[in-house]
């Protein structure tokens, strides 16, 4: 498969930055996740917590001890990238830090497959960013990374990650009882995914021809 244009390949599937337009003429860059990014990140997390709260992972009792500093976390995500298991990404709107895109759950073998999750800065929503950082990505999983298979997940009241799926035309092909630990309980979500075959005209094309 060979995408055109949406994708500056990078060698290998990470770090690797992927860049396009928005609809409103601003510019979209996905790229590694880094310690530079810290105070941004901070401050859009801080700008943004009442609204990203109700969707942020947490960690049920007797769970491992997340990171509790943005440095730590930066390590243990790309120690995890450097083993191929996840690509920690960031998000940009006009040259500035407005969230964050992550390959989780990275399967090799007989099923090439992962799970993407992602979150947007209150400021930046309502721009179309993230349906085209999500599709940037599964391009870029798609032919960089070679997976086959990538799931969203996502909670049956959160309406917004709702929208991204449908504007990309990913069906739906389940349905999870408390399948994550989600703002302090285990959370039902519906289960979306898409494979190569289905879009092979790239996933960032598609989107693009259906808002024309």
Known sequence: MALQGAVRRAGRAWPA??????ADGGELKVRALSRRDSRAWHE??????????????????GGDARPTTFPALVRRLHRAARAGATYPFAIE?????AG????????RGSAQFASIGYWIDRD?????????????????????????????????ENSNSLRVVEKL????IGYAPRFLHID???RDHRIYAVTVEECPEGMLRRLEASEH
């Open 93 to 97: 709107v006009d040259g500035r830090f």
């Open 124 to 156: 930046q929503a309502g721009r179309g960013a993230v349906p085209r950082a999500v599709a940037l990505v599964i391009d870029h999983c798609f032919e960089a990374a070679g997976l086959h298979r990538i799931e969203i997940c996502i909670r049956p």
């Open 169 to 172: 035309g990913i069906r739906e």
């Open 17 to 22: 930055t992927l860049r396009t337009r928005l």
């Open 44 to 61: 859009s997390r801080r700008r943004s917590a009442a609204w990203l709260h109700p969707w942020d992972a947490t960690v049920p009792p």
């Open 184 to 186: 302090g309980a285990w």
């Open 100 to 107: 964050q895109i992550t390959v989780n759950n990275i399967v």
